[in-house]
């Protein structure tokens, strides 16, 4: 038996997985345990998660691996302020302290953190670190169905690289063409999202969320921040930037150029100029991220393409690729940001350096992402008990007929079932439910139980043999990283009149048989369920199409805003309680809000910071 723990941490989402002979066994991000989003700390929690459910001790365990290699970033800040000083001494100031205090002797560091693990680990000759790219690229190969692919990776920044391109073939991987900072696509993303008044790494998908809201005007303004040439490769104009030295991501010279300051999320709406701006990077990240695709495609005459880092989050940006057909199958990373780093490190440790062979598994290696925590259903009743929960046990048949029952009308329903889900997205494991055909679904979920932005899109997910009746798309999307439209025949067109709305007023129009999952632009971001992944989830939405006729669900990740997605029993009743919320159900218990304790009630509006 060979063991290898991945991890990655110190930027965010910090994460840990298991590999046991090259097979992934579990997987999971630290913010699940410390209830901090995107918590950038040593991940303490789900290292001791991905061991204990794995049996081992941190002593047993062959190799431990770091997904970046911390001197070459190091070398990077340094370069960097030497290459504009004067300007960014006061960035320079502040970074420096912590690099020399832990990120510079990282391993010493890490080994002191992986100590408190285990007495018996007494030396460092097993840690080794990664790159950051590779990670990214290993993650998206390694678990994917093919053979042979072109891996594209494209985000903020690793050590040098910001974009990478490699070639994988069986075991072997090796990337083959990079584009460097301070030149990167995830970064100029992030400084929009900044400036439209998001928070930089957590805020880029409402950017995304809005851009169907606005219209693409201003592509011409934003080429004068970027050159594009036609194979994708880009290079931005430094003068409108203050990243690479400031403590803010944009400066006046790029406040000039769009007429406004940043947008200060506390004091200002949302307008149609911002709207607007959204709909424009969206633009020019889909055409990068296009002619990256067909150059590549075109270079390396591969049929396959897999897909890692932040940017393959930007799931509109994939449905087009997708569209185009550049190539014959489409790979994501479903933990494609930097949570999926510490699986790629293990997965390249094991394949590229030890040198194991790989076989292909015809679905992928993934699980469908289901790799974190569980809870029997004794621990679930136990759990339930202590903080005072109501609760009714049901048996299968039962708790899932009347589930689907309580969906058909309208009830909107917290659902923990089997494992917690590894990467950004929940799946049918810590969701929220609710039904797609209600035309005030979105915007309650949203005000109501998410506490967010009413513009906000819902995913649904459907059953996967359903697909093309309800959606123009051909390909399975377990993952939730694909968006594609409604068919014509599930369509209600705009008239005229509304479509002359303001941005956000668009959003109470009924535009299909799904409106709470149908966006403005009649696009949604797909999840296919199928049986052998999800059982629990997919008799359940099976269910419901017997009762509706309809094999959809609306389904969004249970927390509120500013939350991790719930991991036990109790952060599920807690934010069950603290939400409008109709029912719960974990295991075989439903629980029913009227029944509860109203002394349980929580006041979640301000228990999570705004993300």
């Given at each position: 038996?060979s063991?290898?723990?991945?991890?990655?941490?110190?930027?965010?989402?910090?994460?840990?997985?298991?590999?046991?002979d090259?097979?992934?066994?579990?997987?999971?991000?630290?913010?699940?345990f410390t209830?901090?989003?995107?918590?950038?700390?040593y991940?303490?929690?789900?290292?001791?998660?991905?061991?204990?459910?794995?049996?081992?001790?941190?002593?047993?365990?062959?190799?431990i691996?770091?997904?970046?290699?911390?001197?070459?970033?190091f070398?990077?800040l340094?370069?960097?302020?030497?290459?504009?000083?004067?300007?960014?001494?006061?960035?320079?100031?502040?970074?420096?302290p912590?690099?020399?205090?832990?990120?510079?002797?990282?391993?010493n560091?890490?080994?002191?953190k992986?100590?408190?693990?285990?007495?018996?680990?007494?030396?460092?000759?097993?840690?080794?670190f990664?790159d950051?790219?590779?990670?990214?690229?290993?993650?998206?190969?390694?678990?994917?169905?093919?053979?042979?692919?072109?891996?594209?990776?494209?985000?903020?920044?690793?050590?040098?690289?910001?974009?990478t391109?490699?070639?994988?073939?069986?075991?072997?991987?090796?990337?083959?063409?990079?584009?460097h900072?301070?030149?990167?696509?995830?970064?100029?993303?992030?400084?929009?999202?900044?400036?439209?008044?998001?928070?930089?790494?957590?805020?880029?998908?409402?950017?995304?969320?809005?851009?169907?809201?606005?219209?693409?005007?201003?592509?011409?303004?934003?080429?004068?921040?970027?050159?594009?040439?036609?194979?994708?490769?880009f290079?931005?104009?430094?003068?409108?930037?203050?990243y690479a030295?400031?403590?803010?991501?944009?400066?006046?010279?790029?406040n000039?150029?769009?007429?406004?300051?940043?947008?200060?999320p506390?004091?200002?709406?949302?307008?149609?100029?911002?709207?607007?701006l959204a709909?424009?990077?969206?633009?020019?990240?889909?055409?990068?991220?296009?002619?990256?695709?067909?150059s590549?495609?075109?270079?390396?005459?591969?049929?396959?393409?897999?897909?890692?880092?932040?940017?393959?989050?930007?799931?509109?940006?994939?449905?087009?690729?997708l569209?185009?057909?550049?190539?014959?199958?489409?790979?994501?990373?479903?933990?494609?940001?930097?949570?999926g780093?510490?699986?790629?490190?293990?997965?390249?440790?094991?394949?590229?350096?030890?040198q194991?062979?790989?076989?292909?598994?015809?679905?992928?290696?993934?699980?469908?992402?289901?790799?974190?925590?569980?809870?029997s259903?004794?621990?679930?009743?136990?759990?339930?008990?202590?903080?005072?929960?109501?609760?009714?046990?049901?048996?299968?048949?039962?708790?899932?007929?009347k589930?689907?029952?309580?969906?058909?009308?309208?009830?909107?329903?917290?659902?923990?079932?089997?494992?917690?889900?590894?990467g950004?997205?929940?799946?049918?494991?810590?969701?929220?439910l609710?039904?797609p055909?209600?035309?005030?679904m979105?915007?309650?979920?949203?005000?109501?139980?998410?506490?967010?932005?009413?513009?906000?899109?819902?995913?649904p997910?459907?059953?996967?043999?359903?697909?093309?009746?309800?959606?123009?798309?051909?390909?399975?999307?377990?993952?939730?990283?694909?968006?594609?439209?409604?068919?014509?025949?599930?369509?209600?067109?705009?008239?005229?009149?509304?479509?002359?709305?303001?941005?956000?007023?668009?959003?109470?129009?009924k535009?299909s048989?799904?409106?709470?999952?149908?966006?403005?632009?009649?696009s949604?971001?797909?999840?296919?369920?199928?049986?052998d992944?999800?059982?629990?989830?997919?008799d359940?939405?099976?269910?419901?199409?017997?009762?509706?006729?309809?094999?959809?669900?609306?389904?969004?990740?249970?927390?509120?805003?500013?939350?991790?997605?719930?991991?036990?029993?109790?952060?599920?009743?807690?934010?069950f309680?603290?939400?409008?919320?109709?029912?719960?159900?974990?295991?075989?218990?439903?629980?029913?809000?009227d029944?509860?304790?109203?002394?349980?009630?929580?006041?979640?509006?301000?228990?999570?910071?705004?993300?």
């Amino acid at each position: 038996m060979s063991y290898i723990l991945g991890i990655s941490a110190f930027y965010h989402d910090s994460a840990a997985c298991i590999l046991k002979d090259g097979k992934i066994i579990a997987a999971a991000q630290e913010e699940r345990f410390t209830r901090k989003k995107h918590d950038p700390s040593y991940p303490h929690n789900a290292v001791e998660f991905v061991l204990e459910y794995s049996n081992l001790r941190l002593s047993k365990v062959d190799q431990i691996v770091f997904f970046e290699k911390p001197f070459l970033k190091f070398e990077r800040l340094l370069e960097t302020y030497v290459a504009f000083a004067p300007k960014g001494f006061v960035s320079f100031a502040k970074a420096m302290p912590l690099w020399i205090k832990e990120k510079l002797f990282q391993k010493n560091f890490l080994f002191n953190k992986l100590k408190e693990h285990d007495e018996n680990y007494k030396s460092d000759k097993n840690i080794f670190f990664s790159d950051h790219h590779l990670s990214h690229a290993a993650s998206a190969f390694f678990p994917s169905p093919f053979n042979e692919a072109v891996v594209l990776t494209a985000d903020g920044v690793g050590e040098w690289a910001t974009t990478t391109v490699a070639i994988g073939k069986n075991n072997n991987l090796e990337i083959k063409k990079e584009i460097h900072f301070p030149h990167s696509l995830g970064l100029l993303y992030s400084a929009f999202t900044y400036y439209t008044g998001f928070k930089v790494n957590s805020g880029e998908y409402k950017l995304m969320g809005l851009a169907p809201y606005g219209d693409p005007i201003y592509i011409d303004r934003i080429k004068k921040l970027i050159d594009i040439k036609s194979d994708g490769s880009f290079r931005l104009d430094q003068r409108y930037f203050n990243y690479a030295t400031g403590l803010t991501m944009t400066n006046e010279k790029f406040n000039i150029l769009f007429g406004h300051k940043p947008r200060n999320p506390k004091s200002e709406n949302i307008t149609q100029f911002h709207m607007d701006l959204a709909a424009s990077i969206q633009k020019i990240t889909e055409e990068i991220m296009i002619n990256l695709a067909k150059s590549i495609r075109k270079e390396f005459k591969i049929n396959n393409l897999c897909l890692a880092g932040g940017v393959a989050l930007n799931c509109v940006a994939n449905g087009k690729i997708l569209q185009e057909k550049i190539f014959d199958n489409i790979w994501i990373q479903p933990a494609a940001g930097d949570a999926g780093g510490s699986l790629g490190a293990a997965l390249a440790l094991w394949h590229i350096e030890q040198q194991n062979p790989r076989v292909a598994n015809s679905n992928d290696d993934m699980k469908g992402s289901y790799l974190g925590t569980e809870f029997s259903q004794n621990e679930i009743e136990k759990e339930l008990k202590s903080i005072g929960a109501n609760y009714e046990n049901l048996d299968y048949e039962s708790l899932i007929n009347k589930t689907a029952e309580l969906l058909s009308k309208e009830k909107a329903i917290g659902w923990f079932q089997g494992r917690m889900e590894f990467g950004p997205r929940a799946l049918g494991a810590r969701s929220i439910l609710g039904d797609p055909r209600s035309d005030k679904m979105q915007k309650n979920l949203n005000l109501k139980v998410k506490y967010r932005e009413s513009f906000r899109p819902f995913a649904p997910s459907i059953l996967k043999e359903d697909l093309t009746k309800w959606f123009d798309m051909s390909v399975d999307s377990p993952y939730m990283l694909l968006v594609a439209n409604i068919t014509s025949e599930k369509k209600i067109e705009m008239t005229e009149q509304q479509k002359k709305l303001f941005g956000i007023d668009k959003l109470n129009i009924k535009r299909s048989e799904i409106p709470a999952v149908t966006h403005v632009d009649y696009s949604a971001r797909v999840q296919t369920v199928s049986k052998d992944t999800n059982k629990y989830y997919y008799d359940l939405i099976s269910k419901f199409k017997e009762k509706t006729g309809c094999p959809v669900l609306v389904n969004t990740s249970f927390n509120v805003r500013g939350e991790p997605i719930v991991n036990t029993p109790t952060d599920a009743f807690n934010c069950f309680m603290g939400t409008e919320l109709d029912y719960l159900i974990i295991g075989n218990c439903i629980l029913d809000k009227d029944k509860q304790n109203q002394n349980l009630k929580k006041d979640y509006t301000k228990k999570f910071e705004a993300d």
